[in-house]
T-cell receptor
């Protein structure tokens, strides 16, 4: 079984400041890793994913995450946040050795961008 | 292309009742998964269906059940509702069970049990 830990439940940050949302995972098998974002009263949207290959993955809206196998981490970063980035962010893992798509989610980090 | 559609969006039930939630996947998607989201337990996997067959099940009591129809639409049912069943129920669809494809989530059905 795998587990995902998001170390911060809330992260307040000022607009245009950099931010890092931390995620660590634990698994006895190889996993795929994901970051999802959830805006109020909405479902989850995939932000980015690590499947294989380059350990640095980027999204179209300026977020990036780096897979670090030795530290079992997949932290999410953005160099300059906007008010519109205010949302809850979930890190998730899925086994890569089966076709089953069950995701194990972290507890979420609420990003609060202040003007 | 329409996204994942969940109905109803909001509903209120009382303890002991049962509820059925519906999910229409993106056209062409054959795999449907369900998740429960609560403030206390976070996001938890309920079950996954593909081609009308349950492929995977999370750690929930037998009161939680689901099914998938030949058109890939899915329903989940919760019987004998308890207060703790109050949650946002999210449905996600994907093209198939294999590979590394993305899960697309609906906006959820928010269930309140009184």
């Amino acid at each position: 079984a795998q587990s995902v830990t998001q170390l911060d439940s809330q992260v307040p940050v000022f607009e245009e400041a950099p931010v890092e949302l931390r995620c660590n995972y634990s698994s006895s098998v190889s996993v795929y890793l994901f970051w999802y974002v959830q805006y109020p009263n909405q479902g989850l949207q995939l932000l980015l994913k690590y499947l294989s290959g380059s350990t640095l993955v980027e999204s179209i809206n300026g977020f990036e995450a780096e897979f670090n196998k030795s530290q079992t981490s997949f932290h999410l970063r953005k160099p300059s946040v906007h008010i519109s980035d205010t949302a809850e962010y979930f890190c998730a893992a899925r086994r890569s050795d089966t076709g089953r798509r069950a995701l194990t989610f972290g507890s979420g980090t609420r990003l609060q961008v202040q003007p | 292309k329409a996204g994942v559609t969940q109905t109803p969006r909001y509903l209120i039930k009382t303890r002991g009742q049962q509820v059925t939630l519906s999910c229409s996947p993106i056209s062409g998607h054959r795999s449907v998964s369900w998740y429960q989201q609560t403030p206390g337990q976070g996001l938890q996997f309920l079950f996954e269906y593909f081609s009308e067959t349950q492929r995977n099940k999370g750690n929930f009591p037998g009161r939680f059940s689901g099914r998938q129809f030949s058109n890939s639409r899915s329903e989940m049912n919760v019987s004998t509702l308890e207060l703790g069943d109050s949650a946002l129920y999210l449905c996600a669809s994907s093209l198939s069970t294999g590979g590394t494809g993305e899960l697309f989530f609906g906006e959820g059905s928010r269930l309140t049990v009184l």
